[in-house]
């Protein structure tokens, strides 16, 4: 069993940076792909960046390119994602997500089969 846990989220004001980690168990966790999600209040889910088993290849929406970076640190177990310049529509509940099936990333959340509880992020203008 994979359990992730995030943490880094808080409140801060527009412009402003956070870092969310994501604390993975498993001695796997260098073979799995992982990705970001984010979920507002009345919104569905959204795919936010996620990053391939090695941590070579990367992926990101539209709305956050430029502005945040996902990582992995293999040795660490843990995943990372950088938020800088932040908006008010980046607050949600950002949560991570490990696929165990595939090396690949991928921004599809069907894919994913272990996720975290989320952490709040909460930007004010």
């Known amino acids: 069993q994979v359990q992730l846990v995030e943490s880094g989220g808080g409140l801060v004001q527009a412009g402003g940076s956070l870092r969310l980690s994501c604390a993975t168990s498993?001695?796997?966790?260098?073979?799995?792909?992982m990705g970001w999600f984010r979920q507002a209040p009345g919104k569905e889910r959204e795919f936010v960046a996620a990053?391939?088993?090695?941590?070579?290849?990367?992926d990101y929406a539209d709305s956050v390119k430029g502005r945040f970076t996902i990582s992995k640190d293999n040795v660490k177990n843990t995943l990372y994602l950088q938020m800088n310049s932040l908006k008010p529509e980046d607050t949600a509940v950002y949560h991570c997500?490990?696929?165990?099936?595939?090396?690949?990333?991928?921004?599809?959340?069907?894919?994913?089969?272990?996720w975290g509880q989320g952490t709040q992020v909460t930007v004010s203008s």
């Open positions: 990053i391939n088993w090695s941590g070579g290849s990367t």
């Open positions: 997500a490990a696929d165990s099936t595939s090396g690949d990333l991928t921004g599809q959340a069907s894919d994913y089969q272990y």
């Open positions: 498993g001695r796997a966790f260098r073979s799995y792909a």
